[in-house]
Nanobody, 121 residues
Framework: QVQLVESGGGLVQAGGSLRLSCAAS????????MAWFRQAPGKEREFVAS????????HYADSVKGRFTISRDNAKNTVYLQMSSLKPEDTAVYYC??????????????WGQGTQVTVSS
C-alpha cells in the first residue's frame, strides 16, 4: 500500500519560510518523479514543482520560481519543498504526488493527504 505523508505546514507571516516534507512508503521511491501541487479554496489544484527520480531535473511553476526549491533524499524516501519569501497568495493545501512525471494532476498516480500552509499579510 502506497502512502505519502506530508508534514511541515503551518502559519507564517509574509516574507517568511517553511520547509515541507513528504515521506513515501510502499513504492520504489527512487523510480518515481515526485511533485508538489497546491490547492487554494475555490480553485483547482495546481502544479508547484517536480523533481526527477535522480534529482537531476526540476521544474517549477512561474509563480514560485526563485522562491521555492524542491529536493529529494532517495535514501530516506523523502521529498522536500523549501519555501522562502512566502506571499499571502501561497496560502493553500500543499499535496505531495508520485508518478511518471509531468505538470498536470493526471500525470501522477499517488497522492498524499495534504498539509495546510497559511501566509498572513
Amino acid at each position: 500500500q502506497v502512502q505519502l505523508v506530508e508534514s511541515g505546514g503551518g502559519l507564517v507571516q509574509a516574507g517568511g519560510s517553511l520547509r515541507l516534507s513528504c515521506a513515501a512508503s510502499g513504492l520504489t521511491f527512487s523510480r518515481y518523479t515526485m511533485a508538489w501541487f497546491r490547492q487554494a479554496p475555490g480553485k483547482e489544484r495546481e502544479f508547484v514543482a517536480s523533481i526527477s527520480w535522480s534529482g537531476g531535473i526540476t521544474h517549477y511553476a512561474d509563480s514560485v520560481k526563485g522562491r521555492f526549491t524542491i529536493s529529494r533524499d532517495n535514501a530516506k524516501n523523502t521529498v522536500y519543498l523549501q519555501m522562502s519569501s512566502l506571499k499571502p497568495e501561497d496560502t493553500a493545501v500543499y499535496y505531495c504526488a508520485a508518478g511518471p512525471g509531468g505538470l498536470t494532476v493526471p500525470a501522477y498516480n499517488y497522492w498524499g493527504q495534504g498539509t495546510q500552509v497559511t501566509v498572513s499579510s
